[in-house]
């Protein structure tokens, strides 16, 4: 490890540390891939998805209803299960309206998905 110089305070405290360029990447570097090994031991028991499902997702399908069907659910069953009627379930399927929160989180647990895999970049009118 290459040297390091303090800065201290008026008391005398080491408050700050300068060190060299090349420690300091090298250190940021090493943070880094400690998060990104981290972030690949959250992802272990993520569920592995099936290819036309993620082409759904990317060519911008509702997520709702993409992962309403992978779970094998009619929208009368999961609008059942999250306690609204299958006609206001199909308008936020077909963007036209948005799940309040609290919905969200009821059509989160009901399909065992993250809120985040749920989301939808723009879509129909906020309830």
Known sequence: MSPVQYLT????????????????R??????????????????????DLPWEMVKRLLDGDNPIKVWRRHRGLTQAQLAETVG?????LSQIETGRKRPSLS?????????????????????????
Do not use: C, Q, W
Not at 31 to 40: F, G, L, Q
């Open 26 to 47: 090298r250190l940021v570097k090493r943070d880094m891939d400690a998060t990104d090994i981290e972030s690949a031991r959250g992802a272990e028991n993520d569920e």
């Open 9 to 24: 305070d008026a008391n005398g405290e080491h408050e700050f540390a300068v060190l060299p360029i090349d420690e300091y």
């Open 103 to 127: 919905l969200a989180r009821s059509l989160s647990a009901a399909l065992d998905v993250m809120m985040d895999d749920l989301v939808v970049a723009a879509g129909g009118e906020a309830d």
């Open 84 to 88: 609204v009627n299958a006609g206001y």
